[in-house]
């Protein structure tokens, strides 16, 4: 998986690559996919939503640019496959799903991996959290058509947030840095998400 599809694709981060290496996938995908692990493909989870594809789970860390100390805001916790991508980077990570069921799984298999520097919250991610902010790193892994508004006054002045911005079907993963409270955003590549649900 890391040879064929991240390093040949330009991945060239270490620790991302390292962390890739490190955390086994095939304990976060449902045990009738395991054997296709580590395809190249995002695969389902319950309740209609996805694992990513490792490829845009790396791309999305590289992005990142998470440094060992970072304090890190993950939204749509899903599987908790990126989560702990995150946790192998990051000094802490924060993370927000809003399905209760898909937390669950995510928590029962970080901690048997013995992650304990996550802590987890079941809530709307677009208000962020606010009891933990500023945060040094802002991820979001489903798809939305603007910043949402308490996630940016959450990201700290020179923070770094990636987020795929856009329409339903289509969007661009794009990675915002905080210039003197502004953004300054540069354009990674098109993508596709499940949708950020701002309800609750
Ligand atoms: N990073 C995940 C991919 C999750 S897919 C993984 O590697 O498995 C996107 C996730 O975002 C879904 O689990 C979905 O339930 C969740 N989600 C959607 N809207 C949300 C919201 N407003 N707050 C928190 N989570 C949300």
Redesign the pocket.
Same mark, same amino acid.
């Given at each position: 998986m890391v040879e064929r599809q991240l390093l040949a694709r330009g991945i060239q981060d270490q620790r991302v690559i390292e962390a890739m290496l490190h955390v086994p996938r095939h304990l +976060?995908v449902r045990e009738e996919f395991s054997s296709i692990a580590y395809h190249d493909t995002p695969l389902p =989870?319950a309740?209609e939503? =996805?694992? !990513?594809q490792p490829y845009m @789970?790396a791309l999305m860390s590289e992005a990142l640019e998470v440094e060992p100390d970072d304090r890190v805001l993950?939204?749509? %916790?899903? !599987?908790?496959?990126?989560?702990a991508v995150l946790a192998c980077l990051a000094r802490e990570v924060y993370t927000?799903?809003?399905?209760g069921v898909?937390q669950e799984g995510a928590i029962a298999t970080l901690s048997k991996l013995g992650y304990h520097h996550i802590r987890f919250l079941v809530?709307?991610? %677009?208000h962020g959290w606010k009891e933990h902010a500023l945060y040094d790193r802002i991820i979001v892994?489903?798809a939305t058509r603007h910043i949402p508004e308490a996630l940016w006054t959450q990201l700290k002045e020179g923070g770094i947030m990636v987020i795929p911005v856009g329409g339903s079907m289509y969007q661009e993963l794009i990675q915002v840095t905080r210039v003197d409270g502004q953004k300054s955003i540069k354009e990674i590549c098109p993508c596709r +998400? @499940?949708?950020?649900?701002? !309800?609750n």
């Open positions: +976060f =989870t309740l939503q =996805t694992i !990513s @789970v993950e939204i749509g %916790t899903g !599987s908790g496959y990126q989560t927000i799903e809003r399905h898909l809530g709307n991610g %677009t892994t489903a +998400f @499940v949708p950020l649900i701002d !309800s």
